[in-house]
């Protein structure tokens, strides 16, 4: 008979044998003078006590004066890390030179570019290659 088969009351009347037999064993184990013989508990003595949970883990919590000087903290070294990069990308300029103006063309490149886009589109027409 396999121990899959029996029923709830069996496997705790056999729980209760082995606990017996193994009170048993320590006590002879304490007349003759050995250690005690301790025995893995079986599957019925692991049902029938349960484990002892531990506590959940507690989650750390943060005070509202704590956040404040870590933001504070971090705005400091951002602006610290700005103001260096603002210091070694600017180059120094002369105060009454104009900086040009980006994405605009002077009259004559646009000329210049027109009259090669008229000359590039007429030769494909006619089927001439450049």
Known sequence: MSITNLTSQQLRQAAELKDKISALENQLSQLVGAAPVVKAATAATAAKVSPVQAPPKK???????GKARIIAAQKARWAKIRAAKAAVAKPATKPDSKPAAKGKM?????????????????AKKSGAKK
């Open 59 to 65: 989650k750390g919590t943060m005070s509202a004066a």
């Open 106 to 122: 002077t009259a004559a490149t646009k000329a210049a570019l027109s009259a090669r886009l008229k000359a590039y589109w007429a």
